[in-house]
């Protein structure tokens, strides 16, 4: 209750007419980063880091965070437009929207993406509201068995068998695990599989890989057939966009499935993007009706995209409250925290009410402004589709390796882009998931440093990783999703079985 | 035709502007880019940041500074990058005193003398902290906590073989303990690990673990320093920096471990040009807002740039090289 | 069977190339792993340890990938990509190659006006007029975008010095 009538304070001081403008000027500069791959929300708040500093830390905030709402947004458009994610979370998103706009379902898939986004975003921020103090705490109980736990969590539940050879799927991400260790390993202080390369000592970029597997390998996949954006050209209408507003209900348990995950995700640093593939392969395990996905199938957009901003929104909470950034945007964030001279931590919620309860509601009100933009911005994106191919086809390429580039600054990652278009484009044709190697890049580095972290902790005895009840749940629901699909073979195989004996009898 | 023309005079003009820039003091020509070997957020981000916000807030170059993240392979990437800059004076690399003891650890393709020093602008202090809820009151009863119990008492820092997991290999050293060193991958994470009790002590700097002290997640017990820290503003319960005792005096006979904020120009570069970021320093140590940023990350405000700063990267790297060769790390 | 004739790769031939490509780089991994201790220590695993499995399952699951390929060959007949599907791909790639190419050595902004501009003119049968000004627009655009807006500073080349504009 005190949380409610701080929150009802913090609304007074983030509702002036300056702070929502201020909120819609972040939130449409988020969107062009968010918008172009290599570029995101870091990049922005660089850019206005320095402007900020003449502002009262309020205001500054407020139009940082609504940067970072903007970005959140503009990356899930070009995944379903273009198949290439603007921001390294809407990757998931590509999988099912880009499917749903080639068949013409661009409006669909891009208002489906953003209201489940703003309802994954406002579950996030309600969590803050109402559980802060409990979450940092809770947070606090995560060490390195814990963190490893929730990492085997994610990928256990993206996981399964898939459609094609499964030595396919197995190769794919032990290349997306390969890829991950090049460079500095935390551990042991060494440099690892750069084989004397002064290029490879920063390791492998995942959004490199990224934009080259999804971006450039589609476009040479559109190439070859030969097609050039079709069905995407159609129209959007507002009438079209609340259409689908009304079917959304429909979708509920995938909604707050997807939100829990998310806020989960969110509040364990397992990071937003890691969230958006785990509750893809959840929605994906638990529907009804299994077929379709990866074709254009409506949760596997609400989905992804709910959990990637109800991770975004609440893994706001761990920087505010604990001084660990979940992402590079927060990081920077609180940067310039430190650089107003508030200093992230438990003490920042007794110290600073204002500043942090005006920050919680600026959070609903830029989400709520966010929601609105993004749709308002649908029909500009729309007319970029209308451009003739031999101009916007180049121009995405453009921005796919100028972003490649932005990523590091390094010319060498011109090559690996290129490179990644092509093993994208050849595993696309042959039946190699990909998505599987991404996920292995993005949970990889991490899952091995919580490992051999753990195993110094406890003298190398595996036993840690059930030593609480904490890390023991986790696991068992790990394990659990891990083994899920082999039990519903199991399962599927003895009851046709029977059926069979049944009627041969 | 014409357009042949207007290019020969405007090298010409090019080549007159570059020679009357020579003759007099050097210059920047072009934007600056300030190479930060770490990633966005980290201690050496945060230095680069402040001195670009103070450059930029008080007009003290005529070119726009741009800030760019290098931190890759524990900011390897940005030293092999200033050493491919070479000749180039408007590449400016800021580090700490990984510039010299990275490249004892890890096979690289990189050499301290291959960057040209600037100068040191502060000097980050490092601390040994306790959990708030620690049976353990002062470094003493620590040490001895540790000696009972040799290999069992668990250390945090941020990465491998860098200045934290060195400090603690002296500390085993002086203290004649044996701890388990846990290598997280910042400072940050090792100060919520500390706070959350996983690990029994870490040897963060002190802006790593302001926000804990303050909520009474950790304690400090002692600062590896010759003397106490600058006296400025209670922290908690009366309590500030100047009232934590150095470990000298709790018994930990260790008093130069200081990592020192350091700036660097790729190889190559006039001497103009070095004098020239010198005085810039000199410049934007003077303002107000770096007082500001030194307060508030307690570090200590020195200044090393010159023969000075020739020498104390020597003792520094003897130091580092003592320790690194006595653990079986050196790479060469 | 008219795909047949058209075909230029098999589908076989892709799948083996590619299965022998990441039972290559399994190898590579394997070897790279070897640099370090590979084995447990009382700290866990060792730096090795992980790559060095990593690598062992790339090797034998393209071994698997190959032994499918072989099993499947004389049911299928399937062609990876067509003559006119290979044309297509080449038309989009080898500009984008060259663009690479360009952009390494003459810094992103020539080599994104000069393949705009390039494509616009040769593949889209623009008039060079037109398609000048577009390539001019759009890298002008990314130049106050990249330099001056966001202070990422892109690839430069020995134009921009030649000029002084950076």
Same mark, same amino acid.
């Given at each position: 209750?005190?949380?409610?009538?701080?929150?009802?304070?913090?609304?007074?001081?983030?509702?002036?007419?300056?702070?929502?403008?201020?909120?819609?000027?972040?939130?449409?500069?988020?969107?062009?980063?968010?918008?172009?791959?290599?570029?995101?929300?870091?990049?922005?708040?660089?850019?206005?880091?320095?402007?900020?500093?003449?502002?009262?830390?309020?205001?500054?905030?407020?139009?940082?965070?609504?940067?970072?709402?903007?970005?959140?947004?503009?990356?899930?458009?070009?995944?379903?437009?273009?198949?290439?994610?603007?921001?390294?979370?809407?990757?998931?998103?590509?999988?099912?929207?880009?499917?749903?706009?080639?068949?013409?379902?661009?409006?669909?898939?891009?208002?489906?993406?953003?209201?489940?986004?703003?309802?994954?975003?406002?579950?996030?921020?309600?969590?803050?509201?109402?559980?802060?103090?409990?979450?940092?705490?809770?947070?606090?109980?995560?060490?390195?068995?814990?963190?490893?736990?929730?990492?085997?969590?994610?990928?256990?539940?993206?996981?399964?068998?898939?459609?094609?050879?499964?030595?396919?799927?197995?190769?794919?991400?032990?290349?997306?695990?390969?890829?991950?260790?090049?460079?500095?390993?935390?551990?042991?202080?060494?440099?690892?599989?750069?084989?004397?390369?002064?290029?490879?000592?920063?390791?492998?970029?995942?959004?490199?890989?990224?934009?080259?597997?999804?971006?450039?390998?589609?476009?040479?996949?559109?190439?070859?057939?030969?097609?050039?954006?079709?069905?995407?050209?159609?129209?959007?209408?507002?009438?079209? $966009?609340?259409?689908? @507003?009304? +079917?959304? !209900?429909?979708?509920?348990?995938? %909604?707050?499935?997807?939100? =829990? #995950?998310?806020?989960?995700?969110?509040?364990?640093?397992?990071?937003?993007?890691?969230?958006?593939?785990?509750?893809?392969?959840?929605?994906?395990?638990?529907?009804?009706?299994?077929?379709?996905?990866?074709?254009?199938?409506?949760?596997?957009?609400?989905?992804?995209?709910?959990?990637?901003?109800?991770?975004?929104?609440?893994?706001?909470?761990?920087?505010?409250?604990?001084?660990?950034?979940?992402?590079?945007?927060?990081?920077?964030?609180?940067?310039?925290?430190?650089?107003?001279?508030?200093?992230?931590?438990?003490?920042?919620?007794?110290?600073?009410?204002?500043?942090?309860?005006?920050?919680?509601?600026?959070?609903?009100?830029?989400?709520?402004?966010? $929601?609105?933009?993004? @749709?308002? +911005?649908? !029909?500009?994106?729309?007319?970029? %589709?209308?451009?003739?191919? =031999? #101009?916007?086809?180049?121009?995405?390429?453009?921005?796919?390796?100028?972003?490649?580039?932005?990523?590091?600054?390094?010319?060498?990652?011109?090559?690996?882009?290129?490179?990644?278009?092509?093993?994208?484009?050849?595993?696309?044709?042959?039946?190699?998931?990909?998505?599987?190697?991404?996920?292995?890049?993005?949970?990889?580095?991490?899952?091995?440093?919580?490992?051999?972290?753990?195993?110094?902790?406890?003298?190398?005895?595996?036993?840690?990783?059930?030593?609480?009840?904490?890390?023991?749940?986790?696991?068992?629901?790990?394990?659990?999703?891990?083994?899920?699909?082999?039990?519903?073979?199991?399962?599927?195989?003895?009851?046709?079985?029977?059926?069979?004996?049944?009627?041969?009898? | 035709?014409?357009?042949?023309?207007?290019?020969?005079?405007?090298?010409?003009?090019?080549?007159?502007?570059?020679?009357?820039?020579?003759?007099?003091?050097?210059?920047?020509?072009?934007?600056?880019?300030?190479?930060?070997?770490?990633?966005?957020?980290?201690?050496?981000?945060?230095?680069?940041?402040?001195?670009?916000?103070?450059?930029?807030?008080?007009?003290?170059?005529?070119?726009?500074?741009?800030?760019?993240?290098?931190?890759?392979?524990?900011?390897?990437?940005?030293?092999?990058?200033?050493?491919?800059?070479?000749?180039?004076?408007?590449?400016?690399?800021?580090?700490?005193?990984?510039?010299?003891?990275?490249?004892?650890?890890?096979?690289?393709?990189?050499?301290?003398?291959?960057?040209?020093?600037?100068?040191?602008?502060?000097?980050?202090?490092?601390?040994?902290?306790?959990?708030?809820?620690?049976?353990?009151?002062?470094?003493?009863?620590?040490?001895?906590?540790?000696?009972?119990?040799?290999?069992?008492?668990?250390?945090?820092?941020?990465?491998?073989?860098?200045?934290?997991?060195?400090?603690?290999?002296?500390?085993?050293?002086?203290?004649?303990?044996?701890?388990?060193?846990?290598?997280?991958?910042?400072?940050?994470?090792?100060?919520?690990?500390?706070?959350?009790?996983?690990?029994?002590?870490?040897?963060?700097?002190?802006?790593?673990?302001?926000?804990?002290?303050?909520?009474?997640?950790?304690?400090?017990?002692?600062?590896?320093?010759?003397?106490?820290?600058?006296?400025?503003?209670?922290?908690?319960?009366?309590?500030?920096?100047?009232?934590?005792?150095?470990?000298?005096?709790?018994?930990?006979?260790?008093?130069?471990?200081?990592?020192?904020?350091?700036?660097?120009?790729?190889?190559?570069?006039?001497?103009?040009?070095?004098?020239?970021?010198?005085?810039?320093?000199?410049?934007?140590?003077?303002?107000?807002?770096?007082?500001?940023?030194?307060?508030?990350?307690?570090?200590?405000?020195?200044?090393?740039?010159?023969?000075?700063?020739?020498?104390?990267?020597?003792?520094?790297?003897?130091?580092?090289?003592?320790?690194?060769?006595?653990?079986?790390?050196?790479?060469? | 069977?008219?795909?047949?004739?058209?075909?230029?790769?098999?589908?076989?031939?892709?799948?083996?190339?590619?299965?022998?490509?990441?039972?290559?780089?399994?190898?590579?991994?394997?070897?790279?792993?070897?640099?370090?201790?590979?084995?447990?220590?009382?700290?866990?695993?060792?730096?090795?340890?992980?790559?060095?499995?990593?690598?062992?399952?790339?090797?034998?699951?393209?071994?698997?990938?190959?032994?499918?390929?072989?099993?499947?060959?004389?049911?299928?007949?399937?062609?990876?990509?067509?003559?006119?599907?290979?044309?297509?791909?080449?038309?989009?790639?080898?500009?984008?190659?060259?663009?690479?190419?360009?952009?390494?050595?003459?810094?992103?902004?020539?080599?994104?006006?000069?393949?705009?501009?390039?494509?616009?003119?040769?593949?889209?049968?623009?008039?060079?007029?037109?398609?000048?000004?577009?390539?001019?627009?759009?890298?002008?655009?990314?130049?106050?975008?990249?330099?001056?807006?966001?202070?990422?500073?892109?690839?430069?080349?020995?134009?921009?010095?030649?000029?002084?504009?950076?």
């Amino acid at each position: 209750m005190e949380n409610i009538a701080s929150l009802m304070h913090g609304f007074g001081v983030a509702l002036t007419m300056h702070h929502v403008l201020l909120m819609m000027l972040g939130v449409l500069l988020g969107i062009l980063v968010g918008v172009l791959p290599g570029l995101g929300a870091p990049n922005g708040v660089t850019l206005l880091m320095p402007l900020t500093f003449s502002m009262d830390p309020i205001s500054a905030i407020i139009l940082l965070t609504s940067m970072y709402w903007g970005a959140l947004f503009g990356g899930s458009t070009t995944s379903i437009l273009f198949n290439i994610p603007g921001e390294p979370s809407s990757v998931a998103t590509t999988f099912d929207g880009h499917p749903m706009a080639k068949q013409g379902r661009a409006t669909e898939a891009l208002t489906y993406a953003f209201l489940s986004a703003g309802f994954g975003a406002l579950v996030g921020v309600v969590l803050i509201t109402v559980l802060s103090s409990w979450v940092a705490k809770f947070a606090l109980r995560f060490s390195s068995p814990e963190f490893f736990a929730v990492y085997f969590l994610a990928f256990a539940s993206f996981i399964g068998l898939g459609g094609s050879s499964p030595f396919k799927t197995v190769i794919s991400i032990m290349l997306g695990f390969a890829f991950t260790a090049v460079g500095m390993d935390t551990v042991s202080g060494s440099l690892r599989l750069t084989y004397g390369i002064d290029e490879l000592i920063r390791g492998i970029s995942f959004l490199v890989a990224v934009i080259g597997l999804f971006g450039i390998g589609e476009l040479l996949l559109t190439m070859e057939e030969g097609l050039r954006f079709d069905g995407v050209k159609a129209r959007v209408s507002p009438r079209k $966009v609340f259409a689908t @507003l009304l +079917t959304l !209900p429909r979708y509920w348990l995938t %909604l707050l499935r997807s939100a =829990a #995950i998310g806020c989960w995700m969110g509040i364990t640093p397992g990071g937003p993007t890691a969230a958006s593939f785990m509750s893809y392969g959840l929605a994906k395990r638990f529907a009804r009706r299994r077929d379709g996905f990866g074709k254009g199938r409506e949760e596997g957009v609400i989905a992804p995209e709910t959990a990637d901003h109800a991770a975004g929104s609440s893994a706001i909470l761990p920087m505010l409250a604990l001084g660990i950034p979940g992402s590079a945007t927060a990081a920077v964030m609180m940067g310039g925290l430190m650089i107003w001279g508030l200093t992230p931590g438990p003490m920042l919620f007794i110290e600073q009410k204002d500043f942090v309860w005006g920050l919680i509601a600026s959070m609903y009100l830029g989400n709520v402004v966010a $929601v609105v933009l993004v @749709l308002a +911005t649908v !029909p500009l994106f729309a007319a970029i %589709l209308r451009v003739p191919f =031999a #101009i916007i086809g180049p121009v995405i390429l453009v921005i796919c390796v100028s972003g490649a580039y932005t990523v590091a600054g390094a010319s060498f990652d011109l090559w690996l882009v290129l490179i990644f278009g092509v093993v994208g484009y050849v595993f696309k044709k042959l039946d190699y998931p990909i998505a599987p190697m991404v996920l292995a890049m993005v949970l990889g580095d991490k899952a091995e440093d919580a490992f051999r972290q753990s195993a110094i902790m406890s003298g190398g005895d595996l036993s840690i990783f059930w030593s609480n009840g904490l890390v023991a749940t986790i696991m068992a629901l790990g394990v659990l999703l891990l083994v899920w699909p082999l039990l519903s073979l199991i399962v599927q195989r003895l009851r046709p079985s029977r059926d069979v004996g049944a009627t041969t009898a | 035709m014409m357009m042949k023309k207007a290019l020969m005079a405007a090298t010409a003009l090019v080549a007159a502007l570059g020679i009357s820039a020579a003759e007099a003091a050097w210059k920047p020509s072009k934007p600056v880019e300030f190479v930060v070997t770490s990633g966005p957020g980290g201690g050496t981000d945060q230095f680069a940041r402040t001195v670009q916000a103070i450059i930029t807030k008080h007009n003290l170059l005529d070119q726009p500074v741009v800030v760019v993240n290098k931190g890759g392979g524990s900011g390897a990437e940005g030293f092999v990058y200033g050493k491919t800059a070479a000749g180039e004076p408007h590449k400016v690399i800021f580090a700490t005193n990984n510039e010299w003891l990275l490249p004892l650890v890890a096979k690289l393709a990189f050499k301290p003398d291959d960057l040209t020093p600037v100068a040191a602008m502060a000097v980050d202090e490092f601390l040994l902290w306790v959990p708030g809820d620690s049976p353990h009151q002062d470094a003493k009863s620590f040490i001895e906590a540790a000696k009972a119990a040799p290999g069992k008492m668990k250390i945090g820092g941020s990465q491998s073989k860098d200045t934290d997991h060195i400090l603690v290999k002296q500390i085993e050293k002086a203290a004649g303990i044996k701890v388990t060193y846990v290598p997280f991958k910042s400072g940050g994470e090792a100060a919520t690990q500390l706070a959350g009790g996983h690990v029994d002590a870490n040897t963060n700097n002190p802006a790593e673990n302001l926000g804990q002290w303050k909520a009474g997640g950790v304690r400090p017990l002692c600062v590896f320093a010759p003397d106490r820290m600058a006296k400025g503003e209670p922290v908690v319960d009366g309590k500030g920096w100047a009232d934590i005792p150095t470990c000298k005096e709790a018994g930990v006979p260790l008093e130069h471990y200081q990592m020192p904020r350091t700036v660097f120009l790729p190889g190559d570069v006039p001497q103009e040009a070095v004098a020239f970021y010198v005085d810039l320093l000199k410049q934007v140590r003077e303002k107000p807002e770096w007082q500001e940023y030194i307060t508030r990350t307690s570090q200590s405000n020195r200044f090393f740039a010159g023969e000075d700063f020739q020498t104390f990267i020597r003792n520094n790297e003897d130091e580092g090289r003592a320790v690194i060769a006595a653990e079986g790390w050196l790479v060469n | 069977m008219s795909t047949n004739e058209r075909s230029l790769v098999s589908r076989f031939a892709m799948e083996v190339a590619t299965g022998c490509a990441t039972l290559a780089a399994g190898v590579v991994v394997v070897l790279g792993a070897l640099e370090y201790e590979i084995g447990w220590d009382e700290g866990g695993p060792q730096p090795g340890y992980f790559p060095f499995y990593v690598g062992l399952i790339i090797i034998a699951a393209s071994l698997g990938v190959l032994g499918q390929a072989f099993l499947n060959h004389r049911r299928s007949r399937e062609a990876f990509i067509t003559r006119e599907g290979f044309a297509r791909v080449m038309a989009f790639f080898l500009p984008l190659a060259a663009f690479t190419v360009g952009s390494y050595v003459l810094g992103l902004y020539v080599g994104t006006f000069v393949y705009l501009a390039g494509v616009m003119i040769f593949q889209g049968g623009y008039r060079w007029p037109f398609a000048l000004a577009v390539a001019g627009g759009i890298t002008g655009f990314f130049f106050v975008l990249f330099e001056r807006w966001f202070q990422v500073p892109l690839l430069k080349g020995p134009l921009e010095t030649l000029f002084g504009i950076y």
